[in-house]
């Protein structure tokens, strides 16, 4: 029997970047092995899924309806791996990342779980823009045909364009990657779904004459607020927006309101106010 | 929830955040249009094609009755449902590739005949949606995944100006015209000069609206906002080529 894995995420999140390595390591350790990638016609956003089936014998058909890896990396895409989740299942997903409640709502389907606070790990100890790597460490410690030597081997393949222009991405992934091994060896299971609780990021801004509002479910971080602001008040906060991009922050005692960051905002997602 | 002034009431709620890439141009020109539509108070006339690429993109973006078409065929589309029901408000949206490559014909013809629609052709210099390849407008000299040298003019010619050669073929009424989606009070106001146009029935109504691609130009927020705003509008320049007297 192949062992049949789905990875979803939102697009940008390094969904068919780890299951290119996944691919390429099972492919590396003598495993006979198909990829399907699936996503929408946007090139960023939206939710993007890879069929991954990994045998030692031919696989005769790339798709699937049930799997016995089900990973995901977003709230928004909690809706479509419903279908896949067997009793059989393991979900592997990033409890820092998805909302309490859209796990919670998979709850009568998931008898089997991981729960990976990947994106907490990623910006506390490395970076946040590794969580997707340490995801495919949990993932790798579940797969035990594939040695983990092949798994190094590979990420450090399948990045050494981006490694050759910022050397210290090496050392960074090996650790995601082994950090995210260690998660699942030292992991206990717990018997409810843990996730992010909702609205924890701060929305308004105010100073005695403007009122400064942002929208972390619209922001995108394309950064143009920030060039727009003649004063430079505004900055790149540490706090994610829906596509876990850094989300602007605007200092109050600089802002006088002008209200070009809200003309500028191509996603409708600052709002200023004149009290 | 606070309330949000910068959302235009003709955007639909539910199918935002929409699906264009961060600091896309596009967007910010739907934006714009979006605003335009509440200040003219015309969106439940308002009849919105979209074309393929990234402008179908577009297909549950308004409140609004949208339809989406092939290649450049949101022209004819438009200008038949006009012919149907005179009284309603046609926009037909579409891209470089949409207006000025594959369905170019449409666009000129409708020009020539003056059908009173208004057209809004986004220039982003590629074709963006299919990952970057060269189009009609991609500048001399501009690297694209078919022009991996840069777009050679002695090969395959000058970029095309879509405006300029409208203009020369249009009647009176037509309003012609291209502004720049990062300067908001200019493109807000030939948006609105372009609808004013067909809301007069006076004829043939076109903008085109230079806009930003960071994706498949590999830059990021500042040189794009410096290769739309300083390269393209060296090449294309910004202003209206015909402006029938009482809307100037």
Redesign the interface.
């Given at each position: 029997m192949p062992a049949k894995i789905i990875i979803a995420g939102e697009g940008g999140q390094g969904v068919q970047t780890i299951a290119k390595i996944l691919t390429k390591a099972a492919k590396k350790s003598g495993k006979n092995v198909s990829y399907l990638p699936s996503f929408g016609v946007e090139q960023r956003g939206g939710v993007s899924l890879a069929y991954i089936q990994v045998s030692s014998r031919p696989i005769p058909y790339p798709r699937f309806s049930k799997a016995d890896f089900v990973v995901t990396l977003s709230s928004r895409s909690c809706e479509t791996i419903k279908n896949f989740i067997s009793d059989n299942s393991l979900v592997i997903y990033d409890s820092a990342e998805i909302y309490e409640k859209d796990i919670n709502e998979l709850k009568a389907e998931i008898k089997r779980f991981v729960a990976v606070p990947a994106k907490n790990i990623a910006s506390e100890k490395l970076s946040t823009k590794v969580a997707n790597i340490i995801i495919l460490g949990v993932l790798s410690a579940q797969l035990k045909d594939i040695s983990f030597q092949d798994f190094q081997d590979t990420v450090l393949m399948e990045l050494a364009a981006k490694i050759k222009i910022k050397p210290e991405l090496k050392e960074l992934n090996n650790s995601a990657l082994q950090m995210g091994a260690e998660f699942a060896q030292n992991y206990e299971s717990s018997d409810h779904l843990t996730g992010k609780s909702p609205d924890e990021t701060v929305r308004s801004f105010e100073n005695d004459k403007v009122k400064w509002t942002r929208f972390p479910e619209y922001c995108k971080g394309c950064s143009l607020c920030i060039l727009s602001c003649p004063v430079k008040a505004i900055t790149f906060a540490k706090d994610l927006n829906f596509l876990g991009t850094p989300m602007p922050i605007v200092d109050m005692e600089k802002c006088i309101g002008c209200g070009k960051c809200m003309q500028i905002c191509p996603d409708g997602a600052i709002n200023v106010e004149k009290k | 929830?606070?309330?949000?002034?910068?959302?235009?009431k003709s955007?639909k709620k539910s199918s935002?955040?929409?699906?264009?890439?961060?600091?896309?141009?596009q967007?910010?020109a739907l934006?714009n249009l979006g605003f335009v539509i509440d200040e003219l108070q015309i969106a439940d006339k308002t009849v919105y094609a979209c074309d393929i690429g990234c402008s179908?993109?577009t297909w549950d973006m308004f409140e609004i009755d949208t339809i989406q078409t092939h290649h450049g065929r949101v022209v004819p589309t438009m200008v038949g449902f006009k012919l149907a029901k005179p009284s309603a408000i046609t926009i037909a949206f579409m891209g470089d590739g949409g207006g000025y490559a594959i369905g170019a014909q449409h666009l000129i013809n409708a020009a020539m005949r003056d059908d009173p629609i208004t057209a809004i052709l986004i220039n982003n210099a590629n074709y963006?949606?299919t990952?970057g390849q060269m189009a009609p407008t991609t500048l001399v000299g501009q690297k694209a995944t078919t022009a991996p040298n840069g777009r050679d003019w002695q090969k395959v010619g000058k970029p095309i100006h879509g405006p300029e050669m409208l203009a020369e073929i249009a009647q009176e009424g037509s309003y012609i015209a291209r502004t720049i989606s990062?300067d908001?009070a200019d493109c807000k106001t030939k948006i609105r000069k372009a609808l004013q146009n067909q809301i007069d029935g006076r004829g043939f109504s076109f903008i085109e609206i230079i806009s930003m691609c960071?994706?498949n130009w590999h830059t990021?927020?500042?040189q794009s906002?410096d290769f739309s705003e300083k390269e393209m509008t060296k090449v294309y320049p910004l202003g209206e080529f015909k402006c029938p007297q009482k809307l100037a």
């Open positions: - | 929830m606070a309330e949000n002034n910068n959302f235009p955007w935002k955040p929409h699906k264009f890439c961060p600091g896309c141009g967007s910010l934006k179908l993109l963006a949606m990952g990062t908001i960071p994706v990021d927020a500042l906002l």
